[in-house]
């Protein structure tokens, strides 16, 4: 029996799907032309690298550049880093 954690997924990520993360941006800072603050992104990785996604073009970036820009609704940096080991 897998123990669930706050944000409802297992301990050990295994029910965690990168495809169902959302992000949030919350930098201070102005965001790129390509970014709405309104908007919830989507998150994946694939054989090219991270990237997060508006639901019509993938943005693929490095994983410190969304961390920057993005938080995580519902699960943790370390959940998702743990994830994609």
Do not use: H
């Amino acid at each position: 029996m897998s123990v669930k954690n706050k944000n409802n997924y297992s301990a050990d990520n295994s029910e965690l799907k990168l495809s169902d993360v959302k992000l949030r941006y919350t930098c201070a800072s102005y965001p790129p032309e390509y970014i709405d603050v309104g908007l919830k992104y989507g998150f994946g990785s694939d054989y090219k690298g991270v990237y997060f996604t508006d639901g019509k073009i993938s943005y693929y970036k490095d994983l410190s550049f969304i961390k920057m820009l993005f938080t995580p609704i519902g699960v943790t940096w370390e959940q998702i880093e743990n994830k994609l080991k």
